[in-house]
């Protein structure tokens, strides 16, 4: 533990905002779970539903810089070619 005042503060706030990005980052891992479980059930229009939620919080997580850019493009990309699988 830090020993100067203002750094045992930052140890806080830190702490606080790992928690934060770990939760958000869940949710997004959550909302791609969701679109792979409908595209397995074949439940199109559901699916499509989701993958709109699960873009919106790759795009988001990219913006706050909890994730790579790329790897957010990669995502989106498999995650539409799954959906688009089971419309076709």
């Known amino acids: 533990m830090a020993n100067i005042k203002q750094a045992r503060k930052r ?7 790992r928690a934060q990005n770990n939760s958000f980052k869940s949710d997004v891992r ?3 779970k969701r679109v792979d479980n409908l595209v397995d059930n074949n439940k199109t229009d559901e699916a499509k539903e989701a993958f709109k939620d699960a873009v919106q919080k790759i795009d988001k997580a990219v913006g706050k ?16 070619r799954r959906v688009k699988s089971v419309t076709a």
């Open 11 to 17: 140890v806080i706030t830190q702490n606080n905002q």
């Open 30 to 32: 959550s909302a791609m």
């Open 65 to 80: 810089g909890l994730m790579h850019r790329n790897k957010g493009n990669r995502q989106k990309a498999r995650l539409s």
